[in-house]
C-alpha cells in the first residue's frame, strides 16, 4: 500500500521560512524520483521541485534560489525548506513521485504568506 503524508505548513510572513516533510511509504517511492507539487487557490497543481534517487535536483523558476528539495532514503522522507516565501507561494503542498501517481495523492499542507 502507497501513502503519502505531509507536514509542516503553516501561516508565515513574506520574507519568512517553513520547512515542509513527507514521509512515505510503499516501494515504489523508495526507488523513484520524487518532487513537491503545490495547488494555489483557483490554479491546476504544478511541479515546484523534484529530487532523484541520487540527489539531482530541479527547480520551478518561480522557487529556485529561495527553496530546497532534499530526501532521506534510510527514513523514507522527502523535505522541502522554503526560505523567502512571497504571497504567491501560497499554496497547498505535496509530495508524489515525479511523475504523479494520481491515486497516491496525500492530504497536503497548507501554507499561507500573509503580512
Known amino acids: 500500500q502507497v501513502q503519502l503524508v505531509e507536514s509542516g505548513g503553516g501561516s508565515v510572513q513574506p520574507g519568512g521560512s517553513l520547512r515542509l516533510s513527507c514521509i512515505y511509504s510503499?516501494?515504489?517511492?523508495?526507488?523513484?524520483?520524487m518532487g513537491w507539487y503545490r495547488r494555489a487557490p483557483g490554479k491546476q497543481r504544478e511541479l515546484v521541485a523534484t529530487i532523484t534517487r541520487g540527489d539531482t535536483t530541479t527547480y520551478a523558476d518561480a522557487v529556485r534560489g529561495r527553496f530546497t528539495i532534499s530526501r532521506d532514503n534510510v527514513k523514507n522522507m522527502v523535505y522541502l525548506q522554503m526560505n523567502g516565501l512571497k504571497h504567491e507561494d501560497t499554496a497547498v503542498y505535496y509530495c508524489?513521485?515525479?511523475?504523479?501517481?494520481?491515486?497516491?495523492w496525500g492530504q497536503g499542507t497548507q501554507v499561507t504568506v500573509s503580512s
Open positions: 508524489n513521485r515525479n511523475p504523479p501517481l494520481i491515486n497516491a
Open positions: 510503499g516501494y515504489i517511492f523508495s526507488i523513484s524520483d
